[in-house]
C-alpha cells in the first residue's frame, strides 16, 4: 500500500486525522492485532498486568460511604485537594484546590478548553508533529486550526514561525510537553520566549492568547531529566493531564484541568469551564475514579523499565542500520522509515509480525513510532523481524 485511503466523511473532521482512522480500520494492523504472536509497538496500550494496587484502590472505592457515593459528580473536593497538592509538589508551584477541573482524562481536558476559549472563528495554533486528536477537536468548536511544525533539526519548538503566525485571530496554542511522538522536554529558556511572546500578542490583539499545555506524559521522564510547566511560566495557561499514561490504564477516563492561581480572570474562566464540561457531554471523571484518587496518585507505571526498554530498542536499531532519536520523556520512540514512504514501510514491518505507527498518522512521514508500553518478551522477539525488514 502506497497511500492511506480519505473517505470525504472523515475529511471533514479534519483532515489531519484521516491518516490513523484509516489505519486503525484498515491496516494490517487492524486485521492482526488479536494474534497472539504479533509484536504491537502501534499504540499505548498495556502489554503487562495492571499495577500493583490499582484494583486494590478501585475496589476499595466501590464500597458506598455515604447516600450520595454514586450520585452526579462534578470535581469533588476532596480528588481537586489531592491532585492540587500532588501537582503543586511536583512542579514545585502552588495550585490551588478549587482550580482543578477534574475530567474524564486529557482528551475531555483539551476538548473542555478549546471549547471554552474558542469564538467562531478563532485561531488555535497546533503544531506536528501532533497528537492525532487536535485538529478536530478546534474545528469541532467552531476554530480555525493553524498548523506549525516544530523544528525539524533539534525537535525544539520553532519560536519564530509561532511568531509570524499569531494573527489579531489568534486564541490560543498547544503545546504538548514532553512531546508525543518526539519525546523532546521543553526547556525553561523555550518556555520563556515562548511566553514573551503570547504576552506581547496578548496585549498587541488586546485579548489573551492562551497557552494549551497537554502534559499528558509530564510524570513520564527519563534519566532524571528536569521537567517545566508551561503553567510555571505563562499565567495563562490550562495544564491540561491525564492519569491514562502514568497508571497505562488509558480505559479508566480520570484527568484534570489546572488553572495556575496567576491565571487573569481564572474564576470566571473556572465557571465557563465548569460549565462547557457539563454541556460537553458530562466531562467529568466518574465516581468511584475520584474516590480512588487519593491512593492511585502514589501509583507508576516503572519508568526504569520503561528507559530500559528504550535503551535496548535504540542501541538494537542503530545496530541494525535504522535511525532513531532519544527521547527524553513519555514512551514512544521515533525512528526514520529507510523508504521514504512510511506506510508501505510500516506494511512491509507487519509481514514480520512487529506492528508499528506510521509518521503520516502524527504529521511526521518518513518516521514510524514505537510505543514502549509493548512488554519486555516482544520488544526482544521484534529484533528479528526488524532485521529482515530493512534488507527490504
Ligand atoms: C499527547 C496526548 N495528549 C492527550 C492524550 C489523551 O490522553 P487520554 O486518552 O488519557 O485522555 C494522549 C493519548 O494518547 C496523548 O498522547
Excluded at 489568534?170 to 508525543?180: A, C, D, Q, S, Y
Aim: glycine residues 6%; negative net charge.
Amino acid at each position: 500500500m502506497s497511500s492511506a485511503p480519505v473517505s470525504g466523511k472523515i475529511m471533514s473532521m479534519g483532515a489531519t486525522m484521516a491518516p490513523i482512522i484509516t489505519f486503525y480500520n484498515e491496516s494490517n494492523w487492524s486485521k492482526q492485532n488479536e494474534e497472539p504472536d504479533i509484536c504491537d509497538f502501534t499504540f499505548g496500550n498495556p502489554h503487562d498486568k495492571p499495577l500493583d494496587g490499582y484494583i486494590s484502590a478501585v475496589q476499595k472505592s466501590l464500597a458506598p460511604q455515604n447516600k450520595d457515593w454514586f450520585a452526579y459528580k462534578q470535581s469533588e473536593p476532596e480528588a481537586q485537594a489531592v491532585i492540587a497538592k500532588t501537582v503543586s509538589d511536583y512542579l514545585n508551584h502552588p495550585f490551588n484546590a478549587e482550580d482543578i477541573c477534574i475530567t474524564n482524562g486529557a482528551f475531555a481536558g483539551l476538548n473542555v478548553v478549546i471549547k471554552t476559549i474558542v469564538d467562531a472563528g478563532d485561531e488555535i495554533i497546533y503544531i506536528s508533529p501532533h497528537w492525532f486528536a487536535y485538529e478536530g477537536m478546534i474545528i469541532g468548536a467552531g476554530g480555525k486550526a493553524v498548523n506549525l511544525s516544530i523544528n525539524r533539526e533539534t525537535f525544539d519548538l520553532d519560536l519564530e514561525a509561532i511568531q509570524a503566525a499569531i494573527s489579531p485571530k489568534t486564541r490560543g496554542i498547544i503545546v504538548n510537553t514532553p512531546n508525543n511522538p518526539t519525546g523532546k522536554i521543553y526547556s525553561r529558556e523555550t518556555l520563556t520566549k515562548l511566553a514573551d511572546i503570547l504576552t506581547a500578542a496578548s496585549e498587541k490583539n488586546g485579548r489573551t492568547v492562551y497557552l494549551i499545555s497537554d502534559e499528558a506524559y509530564h510524570k513520564i521522564i527519563f534519566d532524571g531529566n528536569d521537567f517545566v510547566s508551561p503553567a510555571t511560566i505563562y499565567p495563562n495557561t490550562f495544564l491540561v493531564y491525564t492519569y491514562g499514561k502514568v497508571h497505562l490504564t488509558p480505559g479508566q477516563r480520570i484527568g484534570y484541568i489546572a488553572l495556575p492561581p496567576e491565571m487573569e480572570n481564572r474564576e470566571a474562566i473556572h465557571t465557563s469551564v465548569n460549565l462547557m464540561q457539563a454541556f460537553s457531554g458530562w466531562s467529568y471523571a466518574n465516581a468511584v475514579l475520584q474516590h480512588a484518587i487519593g491512593d492511585l496518585v502514589k501509583l507508576s507505571i516503572d519508568i526504569e523499565q520503561l528507559q530500559w526498554r528504550r535503551d535496548f530498542l535504540v542501541d538494537e536499531l542503530t545496530r541494525l542500520g535504522y535511525e532513531s532519536n532519544h527521547p527524553e520523556g513519555t514512551f514512544y520512540l521515533i525512528v526514520k522509515s529507510p523508504i521514504e514512504d512510511d506506510w508501505a514501510f510500516v506494511e512491509h514491518l507487519s509481514e514480520f509480525k512487529v506492528f508499528v505507527l506510521p509518521g503520516m498518522t502524527f504529521g511526521l512521514p518518513g518516521y514510524f513510532r514505537l510505543s514502549l508500553t509493548a512488554n519486555d518478551e516482544m520488544v526482544k522477539r521484534s529484533i528479528p523481524g526488524f532485521a529482515k525488514a530493512i534488507q527490504g
